[in-house]
């Protein structure tokens, strides 16, 4: 499937004359659309809740807008519910997903009457501690069930290898702790594999998720509120890639609930969701401008964005399609490596791609960058990270943040 830019080659232009490149830009429309999308998928279950994974686009405009398509937020730190604030995202609408959490984001998140998602059993007595020997009414743990995670399609995720969660010994452990503490509502959340690109990875997890739910229901007495299937719907980044349909897993999730849950007495449960990939990354993209062509032994386009503005290629050889904007659907007659101004030789978007004919001064529009995008930016070699902009449904285009500057930089080093 050819992949399209969301905007043309005389519109992003425009945008470029007013906003210097590099800078990333985000469709308001798509946003709205995958929401609606996956809300529709889980229709069915009237408790069903998308907390957007803040740190894939932690942008409070983007929350302002998931927000407004029912999504809540799923925080890891107390900065990210500092966003959550500018979103106007509060109480039981926040989730805190955080490992290795420090007392004052629990005080934080319980202030503004989050729920709380414990990652290792030793949490639940830092939970009380951090509160003065008091716990929230509701409180999740989070589950790893070790081995490995098969799909239809094999292996695709590694529990055991992973940091995160506790054993299911553990679980019912801290449920039997928590709810002598006076917990009266508890969540069950797993995540355990990531950017899937199959359609049963969900419907597996909430299967093995409910049939916990239900177990420990029955021996515990405890009341399960909700499961929370977290992240990990992956994204078609290559052209050729199958995209994840949202409806089959919907329903898949819809037949486990109705196999386990419901046969259980448990048809109340709220199925949750904290969707960051999958959300945001086609809905957003890098936009950049070719300065330097060189070839030597490989033939180089130098663009004005580097790793540091999208750091996947670099760190995971993510391929990430590149547009050459004017030029979609010309021929690929040419083999370039488009590579940023780092001072490391993986600071390269592309190796010998086959793109079309491209020129200094040409626009390139990486794509599906939306999410774990702009948010993995730093600062190396002292590159600066970039602006970002939201093309709204309007047409309009606003800038909601500012590129830094090197004062931005600087401002550190006054102690
Ligand atoms: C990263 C993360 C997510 C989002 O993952 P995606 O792969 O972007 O869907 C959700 N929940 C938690 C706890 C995470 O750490």
């Known amino acids: 499937m050819q992949k ?35 809300n529709a998928a889980f229709a069915w279950n009237p408790g069903f809740k998308e907390y957007f994974a803040v740190k894939a686009t932690p942008n409070p405009a983007i929350l302002r807008v998931l927000a407004e398509c029912g999504c809540g937020c799923d925080c890891a730190t107390g900065v990210e519910l500092l966003l959550a604030d500018r979103a106007g995202v509060t109480g039981r609408d926040i989730m805190l ?64 290898d992973s940091k995160f969660g506790m054993t299911p010994a553990q679980l019912e452990a801290a449920f039997s702790e928590l709810a002598a503490l006076g917990v009266e509502e508890f969540g069950i959340h797993a995540f355990l594999a990531s950017n899937t690109q199959v359609n049963d990875y969900y419907p597996r ?61 448990m048809g109340d449960v709220a ?3 904290e969707l960051g990939r999958w959300m945001l990354a086609p809905a957003g993209a890098l936009v950049t401008r070719v300065i330097h062509e060189k070839v030597t032994y490989r033939d180089y386009l130098g663009v004005d964005a580097c790793a540091a503005n999208l750091m996947r290629p670099a760190i995971y050889d993510a391929y990430h399609h590149i547009t050459v904007m004017g030029s979609e659907g010309a021929p690929c007659t040419r083999r370039y490596s488009v590579v940023g101004r ?41 590159a600066l990270r970039s602006a970002e902009l939201l093309l709204r449904t309007d047409g309009s285009v606003e800038l909601i943040r500012r590129a830094e500057t090197p004062a931005d930089y600087l401002a550190t080093l006054d102690v």
């Open 4 to 38: 399209r830019p969301f905007v043309t080659r005389e519109r992003l232009e425009a945008i470029a004359a007013e906003h210097p490149t590099p800078f990333y830009l985000y469709d308001e429309a798509e946003i709205r659309r995958r929401a609606a999308e996956l």
């Open 97 to 160: 997903s955080s490992n290795d959490t420090p007392d004052e984001d629990f005080r934080a998140a319980d202030e503004r009457g989050a729920i709380i998602n414990l990652d290792g059993p030793d949490m639940v007595a830092c939970l009380a501690r951090a509160l003065g020997g008091r716990v929230p009414r509701t409180v999740c743990c989070r589950v790893n069930p070790g081995g490995t995670f098969e799909s239809s399609n094999g292996i695709i995720g590694s529990p055991a």
């Open 205 to 265: 997890l909430a299967r093995q998720l409910f049939e916990m739910a239900a177990d420990l229901s029955a021996r515990l007495g405890v009341h399960i509120g909700f499961v929370d299937l977290s992240g990990g719907i992956g994204v078609a980044y290559y052209p050729d890639d199958t995209p994840c349909d949202l409806a089959v897993i919907g329903e898949g999730v819809r037949r486990a609930y109705e196999d386990v849950l419901v046969p259980a007495g």
């Open 271 to 273: 199925v949750f969701s």
């Open 342 to 382: 780092l001072c490391e030789n993986n600071d390269q978007f592309a190796r010998d791609r086959l793109m079309p004919e491209c020129h200094v001064g040409d626009l390139l529009f990486i794509h599906d960058a939306g999410a774990h995008g702009h948010s993995m930016g730093y600062n190396y070699n002292g």
